[in-house]
């Protein structure tokens, strides 16, 4: 599967961006995904992820209850809308897939559990 990020951009303080992933070459509903960003200086860190059918969703606590995590299986495409957005959210955002991880156990929010990856999408929030 190959997946592009869209939707990035620059955003004040407080203000939403909304990030797509689409996925090509396979179906989308045979991958559970994931958003990982990467800040200048700093390691990539989990933020979201989702399982195949949408029925579970997880959530790194720094964006929980500001960030939601979706899915349309129809549009090969996954979803992160991003409120109340803070200037320490800026970094490279990557959507990622797994047919494998144990969804749900810890493997769910590492980086090596991902075995396909998009190219990013750069997130700057401005004070």
């Known amino acids: 599967v190959q997946l592009q990020a869209y939707g990035g951009g620059l955003v004040q303080t407080g203000g939403s961006l909304r990030l797509s992933c689409v996925a090509s070459?396979?179906?989308?509903?045979?991958?559970?995904m994931a958003w990982f960003r990467q800040a200048t200086g700093s390691d990539r860190e989990f933020v979201a992820a989702i399982s195949r059918s949408a029925s579970a969703t997880y959530y790194a606590d720094t964006v929980k209850g500001r960030f939601t995590i979706s899915r349309d299986n129809a549009k090969n495409t996954v979803y992160l809308q991003m409120n109340s957005l803070k200037p320490e959210n800026t970094a490279v955002y990557s959507c990622a897939a797994s047919q494998q991880v144990n969804f749900g156990g810890s493997s769910t929010f590492k980086i090596s559990s991902y075995k396909y990856w998009g190219q990013g999408t750069l997130v700057t929030v401005s004070s």
């Open positions: 070459g396979s179906p989308l509903s045979n991958y559970h």
